[in-house]
């Protein structure tokens, strides 16, 4: 039998790799925390019959044809898959398959964290202790939003813009969405109300992005969308960076048009815009909603899963093309 070879872009918890070497494939790793350059995958990827991949690789037509006739699957180690270009994958009868679900819980707790540190800023106080400057208690040192009655306006209700909104029942929240569709879950028990974009914009006191990155998306919250929100708002993002113009976001809150931001995804990550990190009033994560040991394990046996499945003819488990 053909051995197939499966080249995976980064170091990921064993569970999957252990599975694909149980069913006589030769895994071959960048065993390595950060991402390979473009060069090196390029030079690594000829003859290859899978294909893990992170968020930071882009899977484009010049990758696949350097792969060559040989390559079956792309596996993306991600829910959102904005960084492969599908058509070309079609176009070259390879499929590609993401991680739904296994991610849901650990990415809504960690916009939660978000929603939390920035409603009582609790890094400007963690800071305030480590600096030394706390000088003790007083009656208007710090503070935050209270949550309960609230609105919590989520942009985005699949299955983790649901699971934050129903996280939001436990803190007394009010809950709208905007989506294309309804959410049946949301609305039947967390009392959800759908509402168009505008209205979103306008009377969310926390507004969290649970969208996926697409050419429709990008930058849906800019300049002309910040100046529609409440000054007290605090802006959620821990779906995809370039939802969201930076640059417009650091002018508002500088000039304190709205009050905070809580962020896990950067437009132009891993690198900062300008003057996002000098601001007080944000709270600034790298990249972390998926990251518990529970998720990133059950991410790497879904993608072995998902790799096997194609490689013995079979349909994949989570398609995407
Ligand atoms: P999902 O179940 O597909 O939910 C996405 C939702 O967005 C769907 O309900 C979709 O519903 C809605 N939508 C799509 N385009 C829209 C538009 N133009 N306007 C309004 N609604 C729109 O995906 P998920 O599993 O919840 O993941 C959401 C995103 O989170 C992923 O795409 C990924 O980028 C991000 N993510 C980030 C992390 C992290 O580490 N920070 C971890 C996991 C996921 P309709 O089609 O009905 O509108």
Not at 19 to 38: M, W
Not at 160 to 188: D, P
Not at 211 to 216: A, G, K, Q, S, W
């Amino acid at each position: 039998m053909t051995r197939h070879r499966v080249l995976i872009t980064r170091r990921v918890p064993p569970s999957g790799l252990d599975l694909l070497q149980a069913n006589d494939v030769d895994v071959d790793i960048f065993d390595q925390d950060n991402p390979p350059t473009r060069d090196e995958l390029l030079a690594r990827v000829p003859g290859v019959a899978g294909l893990i991949t992170m968020l930071s690789e882009r899977v484009d037509a010049d990758l696949l044809d350097a792969a060559g006739k040989s390559l079956k699957i792309v596996a993306n180690f991600a829910v959102g898959y904005d960084n492969i270009d599908l058509d070309a994958c079609r176009a070259r009868n390879i499929r590609a398959t993401n991680t739904p679900g296994v991610l849901t819980d650990a990415t809504a707790d960690l916009a939660w964290a978000l929603i939390l540190s920035a409603a009582r800023r609790v890094p400007e106080g963690d800071r305030l202790m480590r600096t030394g400057k706390w000088t003790g208690w007083t009656p208007m040192q710090l503070l935050g939003l209270q949550l309960r009655g609230a609105t919590l306006g989520l942009f985005g209700a699949g299955r983790i813009g649901t699971a934050v909104g129903l996280r939001a029942v436990g803190f007394g929240m009010n809950v709208i969405y905007t989506n294309r569709s309804r959410s049946a879950a949301l609305e039947e028990q967390a009392g959800a109300r759908r509402v168009e974009f505008d209205e979103l914009l306008a009377e969310s006191d926390v507004l969290s992005l649970h969208v996926p990155l697409t050419p429709e998306t990008r930058h849906r919250i800019g300049a002309a969308e910040l100046v529609k929100m409440k000054p007290t708002v605090i802006l959620i993002n821990t779906a995809r960076g370039p939802l969201v113009d930076e640059a417009a976001l650091v002018d508002a809150l500088r000039e304190r048009r709205i009050a905070m931001a809580g962020f896990d995804v950067y437009e132009h990550e891993p690198r900062m815009t300008p003057g996002l990190a000098d601001l007080d009033s944000v709270v600034l994560l790298p990249h972390l909603g998926s990251a518990t040991v529970l998720t990133r394990l059950q991410m790497s046996t879904m993608v072995a899963e998902n790799v096997l499945a194609v490689l013995r003819g079979d349909e994949p488990p989570n398609p995407i093309a």
